[in-house]
């Protein structure tokens, strides 16, 4: 077989001449194996990972229960300071599912091959991290049963959104944004479902994989329809990814507040969403490639370009965050100056300070090589810049609220026991719902994975 | 490799191009439907403490409605009577009909008759009857026709789209300010005198009816 020859070759592709996506060249049926079979039969770390989700998961039902007994009053909010966690956790949210888009789709018109060993879980943690995001909008609200106003339908009493307000074009983004992300990552999954529908041993698998794969048969002429399919759902998800963080950054930006007024914030925040989104991809995937044996196929130098994008996009935050301070001065307006002189030395200087080191400092290692190979380094990294970018948010919200133009409604914000429930319960949503992504879904797109492997090359096996 | 699926199931698929845009306008509909309260509203009709007759009363006997409710005019609330207005007659006629113990037992020792509400605007929505009969408009436009209910019951929803119908254009609700409580103005003998109103020419009228359609009309 060719396959044995590539083994004993180098490890750059013979053809292309660039580094193997795949390394110690497995034939396509073992590809097939090394991603379906940790599905089928799931590792123990699968469970050690199942369990506390779940538990998080019951401490976010505890949240919202006591949150829709009692009322939002059981958050630390005060009167100055009335968005807290709950908003700080929307854009955190929203910001991590950016990065997933970023990759299957972004990655996509540009021809990035290395996407397609990560495309699959980034859509994932896209799609989950989107469901914990519509959470807190929802919840939020004093009046979460009257939610539906906010949606534009004939009613009874002739009454109709504002369309004036960023919050409602949030409800049309996020909504958009989590219905095209599910579309995408679904068409990207049918040539994959087919194949579980194929290996599934049971009946009740077989039913459910054969269902979802809409009698995939990888015909030509599907595969046809879908690349097409597959590049205009890129094609669209791309201006959406940026207007989504754009709209979320607008809920500030179009604000009065010194500290949210600026003109920055829609690319700034795009670029943060990436930023943390990247970060949270790193999170997820360094510990899983390690416990479903995938090393080989997420590489090293998958990490290294991941890391090169949040090295990137941790810099263009580090200028952003330099220009506001930049143009608070330049602006000669006190109420801005003070803003930004208050953020690095008021009473939240802590909470500046850690955003600082997280999101500026510590993505600067990434320029020695030694920490961007390093899948340890990286999984500490992507951390420090999880907690660093969650900062950021925190620092915009409440530090700009906490003092603002009139000296009179200055306050301190405290969360409460039920901010945190809240925060760390919708990691349990997320972390409940990736895990069973992995346990019933591949988690690398194995039919794409094949394009990019050296026998799928036409000229492969040729000698001129 | 076997089927996975019989061939009956190619039918399915026609099946639910049909079957779910149906689902969802039926749906639509349902809410549309059953949730608004042109149908959860309008039609309500409780037992009554006393079984009080509108139809004999204000119908037969031809009452003028402000000799009972005859805070109307002068105040945002519509007043349900006291004991004393039904004793006014009550003392003299039928003074003894089983059917009035309540409201005699009321008179003399002063406990109120526990009237069942019908026409219940929730209390963030501040209506008042005064603008409205000054403006012109009939009782019968917002409650019915009374002089036909033996028992009241709920005529129109009051849900606030009802409302900013009449108040975007009230011009088909308007007549000649001493029709107000005329119950008959609708039927075929005022049709001439309906036809031949323009409410802006009406020399009663001081000034023009300008209903509020900003929130703080009602929602202050």
């Known amino acids: 077989m060719a396959t044995k020859a590539i083994k004993e070759r180098d490890p750059l592709d013979p053809v292309r001449g660039r580094k193997l996506l795949v390394e110690g060249g497995p034939s396509f049926h073992e590809v097939t194996e090394q991603v379906c079979v940790p599905v089928e039969d799931p590792p123990l770390a699968w469970w050690l990972a199942f369990i506390p989700s779940l538990a998080l998961l019951g401490v976010f039902g505890l949240a919202v229960t006591w949150l829709l007994w009692f009322g939002v009053g059981i958050w630390g909010l005060n009167n100055p300071v009335d968005w807290g966690w709950a908003i700080v956790n929307f854009v955190f949210w929203v910001g991590i599912g950016h990065a997933g888009t970023l990759i299957s789709a972004i990655l996509f018109l540009f021809r990035q091959q290395w996407r397609t060993a990560v495309n699959r879980s980034a859509e994932a943690m896209t799609i989950f991290a989107v469901i914990c995001a519509l959470q807190f909008p929802t919840l939020h609200t004093g009046r979460p049963w009257a939610i539906y106003w906010s949606l534009p339908i004939p009613n009874q009493m002739g009454m109709w959104p504002n369309f004036r307000s960023p919050l409602l074009w949030d409800v049309f983004a996020v909504a958009t944004y989590f219905t095209v992300s599910l579309l995408f990552w679904y068409v990207g999954l049918i040539p994959d479902l087919a194949t579980m ?24 002429r599907h595969w046809q329809h879908y690349e097409k399919a597959y590049l205009l759902l890129a094609g669209l998800a791309t201006p959406l990814v940026l207007s989504v963080h754009t709209i979320v950054s607008f809920d500030f930006a179009v604000s009065q507040l010194p500290g949210w007024h600026t003109t920055i914030f829609p690319p700034y925040f795009v670029a943060g969403a990436i930023f943390s989104g990247f970060a949270m991809v790193l999170t997820l995937l360094i510990p899983i490639r390690k416990w479903y044996g995938l090393e080989h196929i997420i590489t090293i130098k998958h990490l290294e370009n991941m890391a090169k994008i949040i090295l990137l996009t941790g810099s263009l935050v580090g200028y952003a965050y330099g220009m506001e301070f930049f143009i608070a001065w330049y602006s000669g307006n006190p109420y801005e100056s003070f803003a930004f002189v208050n953020r690095a030395f008021g009473p939240y200087a802590w909470a500046y300070w850690i955003m600082i080191s997280c999101n500026v400092i510590s993505p600067q290692l990434v320029w020695f090589k030694k920490v961007r190979r390093s899948p340890v380094a990286l999984f500490i990294l992507s951390i420090f810049v999880n907690i660093g970018m969650w900062f950021e948010r925190f620092v915009i919200t409440v530090t700009s609220l906490h003092r603002d133009f009139l000296p009179s409604s200055w306050d301190y914000y405290q969360p409460t026991i039920w901010d945190l429930a809240m925060l760390v319960g919708s990691f349990g949503l997320f972390f409940t719902l990736f895990c069973l992504f992995l346990r019933y879904l591949p988690m690398i797109a194995i039919a794409e994975v094949k394009t990019v492997m050296p026998e799928a090359d036409p000229h492969h096996g040729d000698d001129h | 490799m076997p089927a996975i699926f019989p061939r009956w199931t190619n039918k399915l698929i026609p099946l639910l191009g049909v079957g779910c845009p149906l689902l969802v306008a039926s749906t639509i509909f349902s809410i549309w439907y059953w949730f608004s309260p042109y149908y959860t509203d309008a039609g309500y009709q409780p037992k009554q403490p006393v079984p009080f007759s509108h139809a004999l009363h204000a119908g037969d006997m031809g009452l003028d409605c402000r000799y009972c ?22 003392s003299q006629v039928k003074t003894d009909s089983p059917r009035l113990a309540l409201v005699r037992a009321s008179y003399e020792n002063g406990d109120s008759i526990p009237w069942v509400r019908v026409h219940q605007l929730p209390d963030y929505a501040y209506f008042d009857h005064r603008p409205h009969v000054a403006a012109g408009v009939g009782c019968a436009s917002c409650h019915g026709r009374i002089d036909g209910m033996t028992v009241v019951e709920m005529n129109k ?9 009449c108040h975007r254009e009230p011009e088909p609700h308007l007549r000649p300010l001493d029709q107000v409580t005329n119950m008959h103005w609708d039927d075929a003998e005022f049709a001439e005198a309906k036809a031949a109103y323009n409410y802006q020419e009406d020399p009663e009228r001081t000034r023009m009816p300008n209903p509020p359609m900003h929130c703080s009309g009602c929602h202050r």
Request: hydrophobic share 35%; net charge positive.
């Open chain 2, 157 to 165: 929803p009051l849900s606030m789209g009802w409302c900013l119908d």
């Open chain 2, 69 to 90: 409710h005859n805070t109307v005019e002068r105040s945002p609330h519509a007043a349900i009577p006291p004991s004393a207005t039904c004793m006014n007659c009550h």
């Open chain 1, 197 to 220: 529908r194929d290996r599934a041993t049971t009946k009740i698998r077989r039913l459910a994989y054969g269902i979802f794969a809409l009698g995939w048969r990888g015909s030509t």
